[in-house]
């Protein structure tokens, strides 16, 4: 039977209160209370990594989260809205090319800026 090397991926968290005027604040906080640590039974056999980001709640409600996780989700929700006006406006276009006005045009070059901006261009 073979032998193979693995590494578990563990996460882990750190919760704490803190008083801030605004969000951004509140974050700068919480990082600078990012001092977690490990005893040495359990450093044996695990090591604690870098602070991966905060997710902040208000009255019970997340209001931010900087993860990677959370920053990589509200991406791809933009990414979807312009994906989707993108869409929109093709339909559109397509629509618009049975009217023999010249809409054709306008409407494919609309199109085009909205695939550009959906990509980044």
Not at 2 to 15: M, N, P, Q, R, V
Not at 27 to 47: G, K, N, T, V
Not at 85 to 103: F, K, N, Y
Request: charged share 25%; glycine share 8%.
């Amino acid at each position: 039977m073979a032998e193979y090397e693995c590494t578990l991926i563990y996460d882990a968290s750190h919760g704490c209160t803190v008083e801030a005027d605004n969000l951004k604040d509140a974050i700068d906080a919480a990082y600078d209370r990012a001092d977690a640590s490990l005893c040495h039974q359990c450093s044996a056999r695990l090591d604690l990594g870098d602070v991966q980001g905060v997710i902040v709640y208000q009255d019970g409600a997340e209001v931010s989260d900087t993860t990677y996780s959370g920053e990589e989700i509200a991406r791809l929700l933009t990414e979807k809205t312009e994906l989707l006006e993108a869409l929109d406006v093709l339909v559109t276009a397509m629509d618009e090319s049975r009217v023999p006005s010249g809409g054709w045009v306008v409407a494919l070059s609309n199109a085009r800026g909205a695939i550009a901006k959906a990509r980044g261009n």
